[in-house]
């Protein structure tokens, strides 16, 4: 089992940024994706991005390309989602999940085998 914490959810104003973290209790396996959900009430959970934990492959959902980057740092078993020029629309709890057999299908929730409690992020117009 892996346990993933995250924090760094807060309340911006239209055009701010915010810096998620999460932290796995565990070191994902070599194989393994990170990624980043999202989901507004009332709406399905949304792919945000994933990134390889080990090499640098990285990949966004459209709505947030050029705006969010994915990050990790392996030695502190972390990952993290920076998020510039946010928009009222990006408001919606955050979700870290970990996928540890690499699956080619990244934006689907189903692939991920944990997942974190979510932090909420507020963006105001």
């Known amino acids: 089992q892996v346990q993933l914490v995250e924090s760094g959810g807060g309340w911006v104003q239209a055009g701010g940024s915010l810096r998620l973290s999460c932290v796995a209790s565990?070191?994902?396996?070599?194989?393994?994706?990170m990624g980043w959900f999202r989901q507004a009430p009332g709406k399905e959970r949304e792919w945000v991005a994933t990134?390889?934990?080990?090499?640098?492959?990285?990949h966004y959902a459209d709505s947030v390309k050029g705006r969010f980057a994915i990050s990790r740092d392996t030695a502190k078993n972390t990952v993290y989602l920076q998020m510039n020029d946010l928009r009222p629309e990006d408001t919606a709890v955050y979700y870290c999940?970990?996928?540890?057999?690499?699956?080619?299908?990244?934006?689907?929730?189903?692939?991920?085998?944990?997942w974190g409690q979510g932090t909420q992020v507020t963006v105001s117009s």
């Open positions: 999940a970990l996928d540890q057999v690499r699956s080619v299908t990244y934006w689907d929730p189903t692939a991920y085998d944990y």
């Open positions: 990134i390889r934990w080990i090499g640098t492959h990285t």
């Open positions: 565990r070191r994902p396996s070599r194989d393994a994706n």
